[in-house]
């Protein structure tokens, strides 16, 4: 019997119109434990490098974590999985609520869809009964009005539904998934789903889930929330508001934005509104949100209120859900306030755009006709105000008419298509991904690595447990280590002394803390970040925030109790190196290079190029890789994925000696093989 997960994939062929269930090896389940873990080794045996994300023979996997369904709190994550058309390289984007319970409940840990439909279609999947739907009726239709119509539809008003919108049937490279409370949103794969002619999957499911040592598990959660109580009463003292407490950062339920707006940089995350935090803004701020938000809700099984039912009267949104950093993304971008974020991001998420990557470009795009790049010859029509010149340039993007189909590719591509210099205010995107629109004033080792080196590119993969800049006072920071229980073994003095050094005036960043200490926490925070997208654990109560409830010490209590699997932290610790390599060496295989690990030249207003270079070289030889980023035979062979470092031998990506990359290579930049 398997315990916490159901043992089958639901495969569909979408230009065949076929349907599988397909019984899965538990020995993956010991090797990469689910969701993201799983996706990987799929999209590794089944996608060769060179098939395009806009292929019939590309994947779009819908994944249950390994804890997904059971009583553990928070986990409920579906992590979504593909090539992306904006980078080329392995996106993933893990989207909350209830769809991966539900799935999981219907008899399905993943949902693998290969092919192409020929007309719109929309899955319907009802325990055991499996249908592909005529979905043309629902052409164009926003994305959460499409949940709607379709649960009208079948009479099911308690399906669970992860439908796009516009943008993702015309294939804008950033178009998201939209399900419910959350959304799946990161690297185009709303495009990908778009492009295989699935307007969106409804599931309904009503099976049990089943744990090996039921009274322990139980037992596991309920101290979880415990914890999470005392921390709901003891929130960390020195931080901002947004860093004190647990869960996605509560940006629905706090109202002091003072660390944002005064922190970080604004627009195309180049300039600084300073001074622009006032008692009187917080007090027109907070009466904005007081009007929007009708009430906070939370995801599946989890007793955290991170997002929030937004009722605005803009542009025929009625209501849409609205969490974490979305209520600033467009905010910031224009330069503008807090209700017009609110209006612009109820019609994006209809559309089913990415809240981070959207404004972003629709700053570029202002950027550039204000520098004379683009000019109204380009944009016949462009509004004079700036608000307006936000909601015209979205409206074209998901629709791809005029310059919008130039912008509906990213920043990256976008500015190449252009020209004449527009290329030099592509200055916030790794590996042709936009970035929250945020800019970091100096250069912060730690994320400087996560930053450069994350398969994800993203912020969610790189916040973790670490203050974010050093304690004011002594006092705070002996406070904050004296009940640090989440550092991990062997580890503690290492750690506990670096928070308690930093803020010292000789003990400051980009020296300190010393290299191999960087790596060791670069190392820790990666690892929750894998374990919890394996997992399908939110991050918020895990890998994100400060002190979390789950942590590297009950993380293998709670597989081994879910599972009956006989794990502890060094095995868990392995899996995610495993899977961390695993990701990498998919990515390589696609072109992935050192030259690519690197932010834009003024993501930090000073740079330090050697220190840099120096950085790389120390985490490269940390993880075994060699000098250009690329796992060695030696560490792959160690973790038991010897079938990787042989694809990679046998492409001339690696020789059978220290790895060094020669012969063929895939050109990321033109999408073919040299």
Same mark, same amino acid.
């Given at each position: 019997?398997?315990?916490?997960?159901? !043992?089958?994939?639901?495969? $569909?062929?979408?230009?065949?119109?076929?349907?599988?269930?397909?019984?899965?090896?538990?020995?993956?389940?010991?090797?990469?434990?689910?969701?993201?873990?799983?996706?990987?080794?799929?999209?590794?045996?089944? /996608?060769?490098?060179?098939?395009?994300?806009?292929?019939? @023979?590309?994947?779009?996997?819908?994944?249950?974590?390994?804890?997904?369904?059971?009583?553990?709190?928070?986990?409920?994550?579906?992590?979504?999985?593909?090539?992306?058309?904006?980078?080329?390289?392995?996106?993933?984007?893990?989207?909350?609520?209830?769809?991966?319970?539900?799935?999981?409940?219907?008899?399905?840990?993943?949902?693998?869809?290969?092919?192409?439909?020929?007309?719109?279609?929309?899955?319907?999947?009802?325990?055991?009964?499996?249908?592909?739907?005529?979905?043309?009726?629902?052409?164009?239709?926003?994305?959460?009005?499409?949940?709607?119509?379709?649960?009208?539809?079948?009479?099911?008003?308690?399906?669970?539904?992860?439908?796009?919108?516009?943008?993702?049937?015309?294939?804008?490279?950033?178009?998201? *998934?939209?399900?419910?409370?959350?959304?799946?949103?990161?690297?185009? *794969?709303?495009? /990908?789903? !778009?492009?295989?002619?699935?307007?969106?999957?409804?599931?309904?499911?009503?099976?049990?889930?089943? /744990?090996?040592?039921?009274?322990?598990?139980?037992?596991?959660?309920?101290?979880?929330?415990?914890?999470?109580?005392?921390?709901?009463?003891?929130?960390?003292?020195?931080?901002?508001?947004?860093?004190?407490?647990?869960?996605?950062?509560?940006?629905?339920?706090?109202?002091?934005?003072?660390?944002?707006?005064?922190?970080?940089?604004?627009?195309?995350?180049?300039?600084?509104? =300073?001074?622009?935090?006032? =008692?009187?803004?917080?007090?027109?701020?907070?009466?904005?949100?007081?009007?929007?938000?009708?009430?906070? +809700?939370?995801?599946?099984?989890?007793?955290?209120?991170?997002?929030?039912?937004?009722?605005?009267?803009?542009?025929?949104?009625?209501?849409?859900?609205?969490?974490?950093?979305?209520?600033?993304?467009?905010?910031?971008?224009?330069?503008?306030?807090?209700?017009?974020?609110?209006?612009?991001?109820?019609?994006?998420?209809?559309?089913?755009?990415?809240?981070?990557?959207?404004?972003?470009?629709?700053?570029?795009?202002?950027?550039?006709?204000?520098?004379? *790049?683009?000019?109204?010859?380009?944009?016949?029509?462009?509004?004079?105000?700036?608000?307006?010149?936000?909601?015209?340039?979205?409206?074209?993007?998901?629709?791809?008419?005029?310059?919008?189909?130039?912008?509906?590719?990213?920043?990256?591509?976008?500015?190449?298509?252009?020209?004449?210099?527009?290329?030099?205010?592509?200055?916030?995107?790794?590996? =042709?991904?936009?970035?929250?629109?945020?800019?970091?004033?100096?250069?912060?080792?730690?994320?400087?690595?996560?930053?450069?080196?994350?398969?994800?590119?993203? +912020?969610?993969?790189?916040?973790?447990?670490?203050?974010?800049?050093?304690?004011?006072?002594?006092?705070?920071?002996?406070?904050?280590?004296?009940?640090?229980?989440?550092?991990?073994?062997?580890?503690?003095?290492?750690?506990?002394?670096? $928070?308690?050094?930093?803020?010292?005036?000789?003990?400051?960043?980009?020296?300190?803390?010393?290299?191999?200490?960087?790596?060791?926490?670069?190392?820790?925070?990666?690892?929750?970040?894998?374990?919890?997208?394996?997992?399908?654990?939110?991050?918020?109560?895990?890998?994100?925030?400060?002190?979390?409830?789950?942590?590297?010490?009950?993380?293998?209590?709670?597989?081994?109790?879910?599972?009956?699997?006989?794990?502890?932290?060094?095995?868990?610790?392995?899996?995610?190196?495993?899977?961390?390599?695993?990701?990498?060496?998919?990515? /390589?295989?696609?072109?992935?290079?050192? =030259?690519?690990?690197?932010?834009?030249?003024?993501?930090?207003?000073?740079?330090?190029?050697?220190?840099?270079?120096?950085?790389?070289?120390?985490?490269?030889?940390?993880?075994?890789?060699?000098?250009?980023?690329?796992?060695?035979?030696?560490?792959?062979?160690?973790?038991?994925? @010897?079938?990787?470092?042989?694809?990679?031998?046998?492409?001339?990506?690696?020789?059978?000696?220290?790895?060094?990359?020669?012969?063929?290579?895939?050109?990321?930049?033109?999408?073919?093989?040299?």
């Amino acid at each position: 019997m398997r315990y916490a997960e159901t !043992g089958f994939n639901l495969e $569909v062929d979408l230009s065949k119109g076929s349907i599988e269930r397909v019984e899965t090896d538990p020995r993956l389940t010991e090797l990469h434990l689910g969701g993201l873990g799983t996706n990987a080794k799929i999209l590794w045996d089944r /996608v060769p490098p060179e098939v395009e994300p806009f292929s019939p @023979d590309n994947l779009l996997i819908f994944s249950t974590g390994l804890l997904g369904a059971t009583p553990a709190i928070g986990a409920n994550r579906t992590i979504v999985s593909t090539f992306s058309p904006q980078t080329l390289f392995m996106a993933y984007s893990m989207m909350g609520g209830f769809f991966a319970p539900e799935l999981k409940y219907a008899g399905y840990d993943k949902v693998v869809i290969r092919g192409k439909s020929p007309e719109l279609v929309y899955l319907w999947i009802n325990n055991d009964k499996v249908e592909i739907r005529d979905a043309r009726h629902l052409h164009g239709k926003g994305a959460l009005e499409t949940a709607e119509l379709i649960k009208e539809e079948l009479e099911e008003p308690k399906a669970r539904v992860a439908a796009i919108g516009l943008a993702g049937e015309n294939r804008v490279y950033y178009a998201s *998934i939209e399900h419910e409370r959350s959304s799946a949103s990161r690297g185009g *794969i709303g495009a /990908v789903m !778009g492009d295989k002619g699935l307007k969106a999957i409804a599931v309904r499911g009503t099976k049990d889930i089943s /744990v090996a040592r039921p009274e322990e598990f139980f037992e596991l959660c309920n101290e979880l929330l415990k914890y999470i109580q005392f921390r709901a009463e003891n929130p960390v003292k020195g931080v901002p508001p947004i860093l004190a407490g647990i869960g996605s950062p509560q940006e629905m339920a706090i109202h002091d934005e003072q660390w944002h707006t005064t922190s970080f940089a604004w627009g195309n995350a180049r300039h600084r509104r =300073k001074g622009f935090w006032t =008692k009187e803004i917080e007090e027109q701020w907070s009466k904005t949100q007081e009007n929007a938000v009708e009430r906070l +809700i939370s995801c599946y099984n989890c007793p955290m209120k991170c997002g929030a039912i937004v009722t605005y009267p803009a542009l025929g949104v009625p209501k849409y859900m609205m969490k974490c950093y979305s209520k600033l993304t467009y905010t910031m971008a224009a330069m503008s306030d807090l209700d017009f974020g609110f209006k612009i991001a109820g019609l994006a998420q209809e559309y089913g755009v990415d809240g981070y990557t959207t404004p972003q470009v629709m700053a570029f795009a202002v950027e550039l006709y204000e520098n004379g *790049i683009l000019t109204d010859e380009d944009i016949p029509g462009f509004p004079s105000d700036n608000e307006e010149r936000f909601f015209w340039l979205l409206d074209r993007i998901v629709r791809r008419e005029g310059i919008g189909d130039v912008l509906a590719e990213g920043v990256y591509w976008a500015a190449r298509k252009i020209g004449r210099g527009a290329e030099a205010y592509d200055h916030n995107t790794i590996k =042709k991904h936009e970035q929250i629109p945020i800019k970091l004033g100096m250069l912060n080792p730690i994320y400087f690595i996560m930053w450069a080196t994350g398969e994800k590119a993203n +912020i969610t993969q790189i916040e973790g447990q670490l203050p974010q800049a050093p304690f004011p006072t002594q006092g705070l920071r002996e406070d904050f280590v004296k009940d640090w229980i989440q550092v991990p073994t062997g580890n503690e003095d290492r750690i506990k002394g670096f $928070v308690l050094e930093w803020g010292d005036p000789g003990k400051a960043f980009p020296e300190y803390p010393p290299p191999d200490l960087i790596c060791d926490l670069v190392d820790w925070q990666e690892t929750m970040h894998y374990l919890d997208d394996s997992l399908g654990l939110c991050a918020g109560l895990s890998s994100f925030p400060l002190k979390p409830p789950y942590h590297i010490h009950n993380l293998p209590k709670f597989v081994s109790a879910g599972t009956g699997m006989d794990v502890d932290e060094d095995g868990l610790w392995e899996i995610a190196k495993r899977n961390r390599n695993l990701l990498r060496a998919i990515n /390589v295989r696609r072109g992935l290079r050192r =030259k690519d690990e690197k932010p834009p030249e003024d993501h930090w207003r000073k740079r330090f190029p050697e220190l840099e270079a120096k950085l790389l070289d120390e985490y490269y030889r940390f993880r075994g890789w060699n000098k250009d980023g690329i796992p060695t035979k030696e560490t792959l062979d160690r973790l038991g994925l @010897d079938y990787v470092g042989e694809d990679l031998v046998r492409r001339g990506i690696l020789t059978d000696g220290d790895g060094a990359p020669e012969k063929k290579e895939l050109d990321i930049d033109t999408g073919k093989t040299e």
